[in-house]
């Protein structure tokens, strides 16, 4: 992951939030490809270089990051 680019490590945490919806809930898949484009966008805006760095380096959100994706989810409804 270290290698990937802004907008691939987007799509990266758009697929994960879809593949989760679609394992807890039953979801139209345009809903869940929606809400979770929201939230992948609105994460990789929120995120310093520094912490979109740290999630490719390591696969996890850091601390200062955690805060900002529970934004982005409660922002998105996912």
Same mark, same amino acid.
């Given at each position: ?25 039953? *979801?139209?898949?345009t809903n ?7 939230y992948a ?22 601390? *200062? ?14």
């Amino acid at each position: 992951m270290r290698n990937l680019t802004d907008e691939q490590l987007r799509r990266r945490i758009q697929d994960a939030c879809i593949f989760q919806l679609s394992e807890t809930e039953e *979801t139209i898949k345009t809903n869940a490809v929606n809400r979770c484009g929201c939230y992948a966008g609105n994460l990789m805006k929120a995120m310093t270089k520094d912490e979109a760095d740290e999630l490719r380096a390591n696969g996890t959100y850091g601390k *200062t990051a955690r805060p900002k994706v529970e934004s982005a989810l409660k922002v998105c409804k996912v």
